[in-house]
């Protein structure tokens, strides 16, 4: 089971990426419709039009006995998910004032969480089964290494956060709690 | 002269102390973010730092206009980053933390919250423009920044307070409200320094409250 994580700037311009493959056990979600497809791999777009069409089961990749999906070829449909739900993501948070915005878009398999800081700048994130309480407390966890980044004087909103620290920070809070 | 000596003085400090082993210094990430809430900074190093600023910047612009649009830039960098600490804060250790997204709201934040953790008080008052639905000022009877500043009179129209005004700016953009901030001068007999921020609300934001009221 994965999970992808965005950072977007007050611009949507995207500033962090993090693609996480949880441990825990994934609740199988059968796919219908990849049963029914063609075998597409003839084709140059093998890899989108299935993860597009749903059909996960057709694009995994195994690689060392685990099951990755997203982080390889069809790694612009995720992309394409994630800035898709931007336009749902906009509706929803001019009307709410949380700023841990839940499963705010669904496309397929993927689920899109989101948390909005003061700021303006959003961390989205992909995910496949419903885990609200674990997700919430990542993106709180994510919020405070975030607020340390941009006190940096030499960080700004707009700029690609490169910092390690920032990165292990974030991979060990995915590791805890998704 | 005087600049050289203050250089010699600082280089044998840093020569004395590179003699003891310095313990590394830890990642930004590990400190505590509520350490600095209560602790406030010497008012004549801020005075002094930002006197050093308005003459940098004051040696490199044209005229008061881009003298003002300079400081006002400067600002906007403090307050996006006072934006984010200041709410969180407030609210990271809350179940379900909350953004501003009422106008009124958030201009009330800003003179309450915001002005008491850059200036250790609130602001002494909110006004709405009677003429422009879309003007609201905010009075600082005795800014903090300008208190030992004095305006040579052929720069009559500075406000140095437009570092400030920078400040709100950021803090509106932040909560999704652009609008465009200024300085002004509003002295009265009683307060010599009184200072109008005043804040020019783009047009979406009043239609985005005409929506949100129904």
């Known amino acids: ?178 | 002269m005087s600049r050289l000596s203050v250089l010699s003085t600082a280089s044998s400090i840093e020569h004395v102390s590179s003699n003891v082993p310095r313990p590394p210094r830890p990642s930004i990430l590990d400190r505590n973010l509520n350490k600095t809430r209560v602790a406030d900074v010497s008012g004549s190093a801020f005075s002094f730092l930002f006197s050093e600023l308005v003459q940098y910047t004051q040696s490199r612009v044209t005229g008061i206009n881009d003298l003002e649009r300079r400081l006002n830039t400067l600002g906007y960098r403090v307050g996006s980053r006072v934006l984010e600490i200041t709410v969180w804060r407030a609210e990271s250790s809350s179940k379900a933390p909350k953004r501003e997204i009422r106008l009124l709201p958030a201009l009330m934040f800003i003179h309450t919250h915001i002005w008491r953790a850059v200036f250790g008080k609130p602001a002494d008052a909110i006004e709405k423009s009677v003429e422009n639905a879309d003007e609201y000022m905010i009075v600082d009877n005795d800014p903090l920044i300008e208190r030992h500043i004095s305006v040579p009179k052929d720069f009559s129209q500075l406000s140095c307070s437009s570092f400030t005004a920078g400040i709100v700016e950021a803090v509106l953009d932040g909560l999704c409200f652009p609008a465009r901030v200024t300085a002004h001068n509003t002295p009265n007999s009683q307060y010599p320094s009184r200072t109008t921020i005043l804040i020019k609300l783009e047009k979406s934001v009043l239609e985005r409250e005409e929506v949100l009221k129904t």
């Open chain 1, 1 to 178: 089971m994965s999970h992808h994580l965005f950072i977007l700037s007050p611009s949507d311009t995207p500033i962090y990426s993090l693609t996480h493959y949880s441990t825990k056990p994934a609740a199988s979600i059968g796919s219908p419709l990849s049963a029914n497809l063609p075998n597409w791999s003839t084709s140059a777009f093998a890899g989108t039009l299935t993860a597009l069409s749903g059909a996960s089961s057709a694009t995994q990749h195994t690689t060392g006995g685990t099951v990755r999906v997203g982080g390889g070829q069809d790694r612009h449909v995720i992309q394409m998910i994630a800035n898709a739900s931007l336009d749902a993501i906009e509706d929803v948070m001019r009307k709410e004032n949380g700023m841990y915005l839940k499963a705010v878009d669904k496309f397929n398999e993927w689920t899109v969480s989101a948390f909005i800081t003061p700021g303006n700048s959003k961390f989205l994130l992909l995910h496949e089964s419903k885990n609200d309480e674990g997700i919430r407390s990542f993106f709180v966890e994510v919020w405070e290494v975030y607020v340390k980044t941009m006190m940096n004087p030499f960080q700004s909103a707009q700029r690609t956060i490169v910092s390690q620290a920032f990165d292990g920070r974030v991979r060990a809070s995915a590791k805890k709690h998704l």
